[in-house]
């Protein structure tokens, strides 16, 4: 597994990010029964920078906590059968770990977001990463029967590692 953190904003976090994202990746990979050792980004930018990030790739002028960017096109959610007939498109050629893709946060929005729902920026870190990651494995809360499912398994990701709303 391996994470590549950029952190542009200067922001410091009273944990270490890129062990955290790794952290969660091995939940997430563990629950998606993935095969394969997996590779991710993160960039941790600021209001400014995503509020860009989200009008230039999705036409969306305003700021958001949490941009996700698969590099994956799955058919079914967590199904990543189809992985090794696409290898050129799906797995990095040096390392062999299938590329996942790519996420970005907002220190800003992270901060703003725990002190409104009252946790640590562990827990918001976390459940943001959480999020993005299963966005890279092809779930979307689009529909409300998503929504569910997603929110059941970015809670069962942060019970596994004992990270609380307190």
Excluded at 62 to 78: H, I, M, Q, Y
Aim: hydrophobic share 35%; proline share 2%; with cysteine.
């Amino acid at each position: 597994m391996t994470s590549y953190v950029e952190n542009e904003t200067g922001t410091s976090f009273p944990f270490d990010s890129k062990e955290l994202l790794e952290s969660i990746m091995e939940q997430v990979m563990d629950m998606e029964n993935c095969p394969y050792e997996t590779s991710v980004n993160l960039l941790i930018t600021d209001n400014k920078s995503i509020r860009e990030y989200n009008r230039d790739y999705r036409n969306i002028d305003k700021e958001t906590d949490v941009l996700s960017f698969p590099n994956l096109s799955f058919e079914r959610a967590g199904d990543f059968s189809f992985a090794e007939e696409n290898e050129a498109d799906c797995f990095d050629p040096d390392s062999g770990e299938l590329l996942l893709g790519d996420i970005i946060l907002s220190a800003d929005r992270i901060k703003e977001q725990a002190e409104e729902y009252g946790h640590s920026l562990l827990r918001e870190f976390a459940f943001l990463t959480a999020h993005s990651l299963f966005h890279l494995c092809g779930y979307d809360h689009m529909e409300q029967e998503e929504a569910a499912v997603m929110e059941k398994k970015q809670e069962e990701v942060l019970e596994r590692l004992h990270i609380t709303r307190g």
